[in-house]
């Protein structure tokens, strides 16, 4: 790739930034705490699989040899009150939730199924459910489900798909029927990030509750659920929460609400006295009621080494690294990867959104396939979108101005047609 003088001075300026960003970012120690990736590849996809902690291997392997091997089939102990321990320590460390609010169980669906019918049940009498035609496809499906199983109507609000739910749009679509609105803070398609806050007022004016899915917030965004006084929440642990495939979502519920909400899906490990074997069922007081059965413990003992850098780094700092990232991306996007076809599909606002940057590109699938090609992993939303997602503990400036070059490399080569305009700051 030959570029013109102008280009190839922008790059030199984009390099020099990048070096300076990364000397001054406050987490870069925290680089060396991941697992080594093979032949120089790039993951710009954390809002799908967030990066292995060098920490969980070896954890791992001590829970199978030492818990289970040698330990495990003589008592329950030490993974019985995972799902509550690993709840506790994620609430303090990035939900802002109290302690015995929230538990990990489960998948994120299925939590969401458990707490809409919980939610019905702690505003009985109301007979609308509050969605919106941007959330993604499986909430969509548990909310509608749940809404025809228990006939109520399903009220569903539409999303612009590029800057976000209006809350002028929201306001109109809640009343007093409204049981409870079922929301992402952050959409997984543009990346628009909602008001927490501003949300709950709307929802709470009217007497109905929130039902959030945090997925693509968990991890990413500085979330103070208690000092926002929110509802109900469920959220994967998969993504910038870093618990790996396959660890159990969480679901959290603000504490005085407990007692009023109740889950469908009973169970002993839910049951007052879980190893008395009492019928009928008795739900437990605690947030243990939302619990079913016997917690995947493996698969939750990965949560740890996440949630010890998390903890360690604090919300504060990964959610300003975060922003700053998507920042710089975005400023170089627009000068190496827009002239070439590629359209901004999220809010230009960092304040406005969560961890990735979403675009539009008439042959996005194919366009993610040949990056992964050119060592380059991100996400294909389909049908036309590209998801970027750096990572805020395990990506570096110099490694987004990386993905950058690599994705112009690509676009320039697949759309040659696209080189004619010659307009962009970097030459092309
Ligand atoms: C990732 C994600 C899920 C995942 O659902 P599972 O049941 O855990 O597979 C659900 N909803 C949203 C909004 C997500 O981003």
């Not at 690599?406 to 004619?420: H, I, Y």
Request: charged share 25%; proline share 7%.
């Amino acid at each position: 790739m030959t570029a013109p003088e102008g280009g190839q001075a922008a790059l030199r300026r984009a390099a020099r930034r990048a070096r300076r960003l990364d000397a001054r970012d406050p987490l870069a120690p925290f680089l060396g705490r991941f697992a080594p990736v093979p032949d120089g590849r790039l993951f710009l996809d954390s809002s799908s699989l967030g990066r292995l902690p060098a920490a969980t291997p070896e954890l791992l392997d001590r829970v199978v040899r030492g818990d289970w091997g040698d330990r495990l089939a003589q008592g329950r102990a030490p993974w019985r009150d995972l799902p509550q321990r690993i709840g506790d320590r994620t609430a303090k460390a990035v939900l802002g939730a109290l302690p015995g609010e929230v538990v990990a169980a489960d998948c994120t669906s299925v939590n969401l199924y458990k707490l809409t019918v919980a939610a019905l049940e702690a505003r009985r009498g109301r007979r609308t459910v509050v969605v919106d035609d941007d959330n993604s496809p499986t909430d969509r499906y548990v909310v509608a489900g749940v809404a025809a199983e228990h006939e109520r109507a399903l009220r569903t609000v539409h999303t612009h798909p590029e800057t976000g739910l209006d809350m002028e749009t929201l306001r109109a679509a809640v009343d007093e029927d409204v049981a409870v609105v079922v929301l992402s803070l952050v959409s997984h398609r543009s990346g628009a990030l909602l008001d927490m806050a501003e949300v709950h007022g709307i929802a709470h004016a009217q007497g109905a509750l929130v039902l959030w899915d945090l997925s693509h917030a968990v991890g990413a965004v500085d979330l103070q659920l208690a000092a926002t006084g929110a509802d109900m929440a469920v959220a994967a642990t998969y993504k910038h929460l870093m618990a790996g495939p396959g660890c159990p979502a969480l679901l959290y519920v603000r504490r005085d609400l407990q007692p009023y909400a109740a889950q469908p899906v009973h169970g002993w490990y839910g049951h007052r006295e879980q190893l008395a074997g009492a019928v009928p069922y008795d739900p437990d007081p605690s947030v243990r009621r939302f619990l079913t059965g016997t917690p995947p413990a493996l698969s939750l003992a990965a949560a740890e080494p996440a949630l010890d850098l998390l903890a360690e780094a604090g919300m504060a700092a990964v959610r300003a690294k975060s922003r700053a990232l998507t920042g710089f991306l975005t400023e170089l996007a627009g000068a190496a990867l827009e002239p070439y076809g590629l359209r901004p599909a999220g809010p230009a606002d960092p304040e406005r959104r969560g961890a990735h940057v979403a675009y539009r590109h008439p042959r996005a699938g194919e366009l993610v396939a040949a990056l992964a090609g050119a060592g380059l992993f991100v996400d294909h939303v389909p049908p036309d979108r590209v998801r970027l997602s750096p990572g805020p503990l395990s990506t570096r400036f110099a490694d987004v101005l990386e993905a950058v070059r690599r994705f112009r490399e690509v676009l320039s080569g697949s759309d040659p047609a696209g080189v004619a305009g010659g307009t962009g700051e970097w030459g092309v």
